[in-house]
């Protein structure tokens, strides 16, 4: 446990109701003493954990009251941190926080680091590794499937599935070393079918964990989706109609949209980056060119397009060009402004791009709009799997974890298989239960937590 004592803002900062101060460690109650004059006359000590008290921060040195708080504090262990912490309520705002923040400062705190909080509570024992890290999944969740995968992993129900199987190699670890160590003992024998029984069932259970990893990546990170078309076909209406509002500019004078607009959309709990491109058509407005150029360079990198066409037209030269670039995207085809009728070659569109389904919608009228979506939804699921059950994993540190141990209890299979030495099968197998430990962090290295730590909020 470290003894110095931490303090941050932990509420974003601008205009709101409140304003969070956070302090931890040791010193946090005696900083908090000096601050805070409660409106009921007990002392700061008589105060009881867990309990909102009112009073008045005031400052010593320049002699006036700073702002009228609410303060609760939490003795440890039983703390976000498990250390002593102190929370104080402050009118929401830029100037009183940070005013409160640099007097728990100025007497004795330092500055929190990225996460720190949620750090210390790794740490000191509290969550472990793929529960800290599911406190960003949450902060971060952008729909309510992401949020409840996020809060199943702060549950710790991923590592309790993790160190299920954490244990079980260990119990063979122990079983091949006790073999080794004390041969004239009478213990149970490691043979080769009791390790390879514990391997293939562990691979097994960790290819079951890597299942929904494609749903789990979605999750967290959403559907990167590029609206694509020639000019004036309705991809800013489109847009808007996803939104639900007027997020994009809607005129009938080609070129419009020149730069790429992007927003997130909940497409039933799927996050989806939508991004709203230029026209694609040749022109000699350097602006223009620009857009266009960059809408190109976001389909390259889309994870799924949609290509709009115009229902009451006909193909022309920019929807053969879309066409050559988009061939092998996941891709749905968008017939705008079917309410003025179907001019277009359906069959010549799907000649052009075989397979590819066909959504047919008036985006100025909002019809076809909730079909859409559930053709998003229909063409996602279809690849990665349902979204509903089970456990997802949503980290790719995880998933890489895992191959890595399944790659090792290959390896330890081979050993077997082949009559090698069963200490070195020992060997592959306490690799793998190390990969599974940089899950949980059991066995995770000091770079790694840096890594994953300073991606949080200065404040948690």
């Not at 954990?49 to 700073?66: A, C, F, H, S």
């Not at 705190?109 to 999944?137: C, H, M, W, Y």
Request: charged share 30%; aromatic share 6%; net charge negative.
């Amino acid at each position: 446990m470290k003894e110095d004592t931490i303090a941050a803002i932990s509420t974003p900062m601008g205009e709101g109701g409140i304003g969070i101060i956070r302090i931890s460690g040791e010193e946090s109650f005696k900083i908090a003493k000096k601050l805070f004059y409660p409106k009921s006359k007990i002392s700061f000590e008589e105060m009881k954990p867990r309990t909102m008290y009112l009073g008045n921060i005031y400052d010593d040195e320049e002699k006036y009251v700073v702002d009228e708080v609410l303060l609760v504090k939490f003795k440890a262990p039983n703390s976000y941190t498990t250390e002593d912490m102190v929370e104080i309520h402050s009118h929401g705002g830029f100037t009183a926080v940070r005013k409160i923040l640099n007097l728990v400062l100025r007497n004795g705190a330092r500055l929190a680091q990225p996460g720190e909080f949620t750090k210390r509570a790794f740490i000191n024992g509290r969550i472990d590794l793929s529960q800290a890290e599911a406190v960003i999944d949450i902060i971060r969740a952008k729909t309510d499937k992401a949020l409840k995968v996020a809060v199943d992993q702060l549950k710790g129900k991923i590592s309790e599935k993790i160190k299920e199987i954490m244990d079980s190699l260990l119990s063979v670890i122990a079983l091949v070393e006790a073999n080794i160590d004390f041969p004239e003992e009478e213990i149970p024998e490691a043979s080769p079918d009791i390790i390879l029984k514990n391997i293939y069932y562990n691979i097994e259970r960790l290819n079951n964990l890597k299942e929904k990893a494609g749903a789990g990546k979605i999750l967290r990170e959403g559907i990167s989706t590029v609206i694509i078309g020639k000019p004036n076909v309705g991809k800013s209406s489109l847009l808007n109609a996803l939104l639900m509002e007027k997020r994009a500019i809607v005129t009938e004078i080609p070129g419009t949209t020149r730069d790429v607009i992007e927003e997130y959309i909940n497409v039933k709990g799927i996050p989806i980056k939508i991004i709203d491109t230029a026209g694609i058509r040749d022109t000699k407005d350097p602006v223009e060119k620009i857009g266009v150029e960059r809408a190109m360079e976001k389909v390259q990198g889309a994870e799924l397009v949609l290509f709009v066409v115009d229902a009451f037209g006909e193909l022309e030269e920019e929807d053969y060009k879309i066409i050559e670039n988009i061939r092998e995207k996941r891709l749905l085809i968008i017939f705008n402004k079917i309410d003025l009728g179907q001019k277009i070659d359906e069959q010549k569109v799907k000649e052009l791009l075989p397979g590819k389904r066909i959504v047919k919608i008036s985006a100025l009228r909002d019809e076809g709009i909730e079909l859409l979506r559930e053709e998003i939804y229909e063409l996602i699921v279809n690849e990665v799997g349902s979204l509903e059950e089970g456990i997802i994993i949503t980290a790719q540190r995880h998933i890489e974890a895992i191959n890595k141990a399944i790659e090792s209890l290959k390896e330890a299979q081979i050993t077997v298989e082949n009559n090698l030495p069963m200490e070195i099968s020992a060997i592959y197998i306490r690799e793998a239960w190390e990969y599974l430990g940089e899950i949980t962090g059991d066995s995770v290295k000091e770079d790694i937590l840096d890594a994953i730590f300073e991606n949080f909020c200065i404040g948690k």
